[in-house]
């Protein structure tokens, strides 16, 4: 066990002093970043605003300020456990931004990462014209984040989101409740499309995509992770394939699906003769297809 915390001089130091500290000792630990953050800065950042109970950006009068010694150890013990653990710090802290907005997660469900983020944020342009969409559905939404990411950005529509996993169902029931949607966002536990009744204007999806053999491979930090949430047979298309096939009958005529891929979207182009829409991003991220209602009616399965 390394057991490389902060130094004990640094207890009356600034926080902007501590940053500068936690991003040296993240940066030389031999950590994977992409659970929530790209970099160690950006780590530290999220570490010193969990504890801090913050928001971003800092201001000046916190960067100078110095934490109390509460703070102080627990921003240390956060450090110690991502290092010698090498377990995502979104566990750690218990928490992860997503459009913007803060969620609690924990082990039950991925970190959110999703560029679909940047698909919201940016009101689904070009993409799709959320004036005519007023019933959204999300499949496989874990900690929830896109789902009420959806209906905070756009409080007219109806959103109806749905997991497989009870226990994922949990924390989205935990941050449906924190961020007051109760009202405005439906839960069901589902198996895809299992328990779903309606048609929507727009489904959004983040299935699992990882191949076995891919899984394998992945940094240590992957494996905090549900399994379920991941994996998803040898080309990394069990579950996108199901969703392909069995998706039409709850699209309305004009309706649009938009399934996120990653490792698996070269092979999903491989595996279907359809003509796919792959979103570009500014910010990083890849592998997310928008499809249209019409096209996917034409995809066949033996």
Not at 87 to 108: L, Q, W
Not at 280 to 295: K, R
Request: aromatic fraction near 8%; glycine fraction near 6%; charged fraction near 25%.
């Amino acid at each position: 066990m390394k057991n490389i915390g902060l130094k004990t001089s640094t207890v009356n130091s600034s926080i902007s002093s501590i940053l500068v500290e936690l991003e040296l000792l993240l940066d030389s630990s031999d950590l994977f970043y992409g659970h929530g953050s790209v970099n160690a800065k950006d780590e530290a950042l999220a570490l010193i605003l969990s504890v801090l109970k913050s928001e971003y950006p800092l201001s000046k009068e916190i960067l100078g300020s110095k934490p109390s010694l509460d703070e102080y150890s627990r921003i240390n013990n956060h450090l110690l456990e991502r290092i010698n653990t090498r377990k995502p710090m979104s566990y750690i802290t218990g928490e992860a931004y997503f459009c913007g907005h803060r969620f609690f997660v924990d082990e039950r469900v991925l970190i959110p990462r999703s560029p679909i983020a940047e698909m919201i944020q940016n009101q689904m342009q070009p993409w799709i014209d959320m004036k005519k969409v007023s019933r959204v559905l999300e499949i496989g939404t874990g900690s929830g984040c896109i789902a009420l990411s959806m209906a905070i950005e756009f409080p007219e529509i109806e959103v109806v989101a749905s997991d497989i996993s009870a226990p994922a169902l949990e924390v989205a029931r935990k941050n449906r409740e924190d961020k007051n949607l109760v009202d405005k966002v439906e839960l069901v536990h589902s198996d895809l499309f299992e328990n779903i009744s309606g048609t929507f204007d727009l489904i959004v999806t983040n299935p699992p995509y990882v191949p076995e053999e891919v899984m394998r491979d992945l940094p240590i930090e992957y494996s905090f992770e549900p399994r379920q949430a991941l994996i998803a047979g040898n080309k990394g298309l069990d579950f996108i394939s199901r969703i392909l096939q069995d998706a039409p009958p709850f699209l309305n005529q004009e309706g649009v699906l938009v399934i996120e891929a990653g490792v698996a979207a070269e092979e999903l182009e491989k595996s279907e003769d359809l003509s796919f829409m792959w979103a570009t991003f500014e910010n990083g991220g890849d592998g997310v297809a928008v499809i249209e209602a019409q096209h996917l009616s034409k995809i066949r399965y033996n």
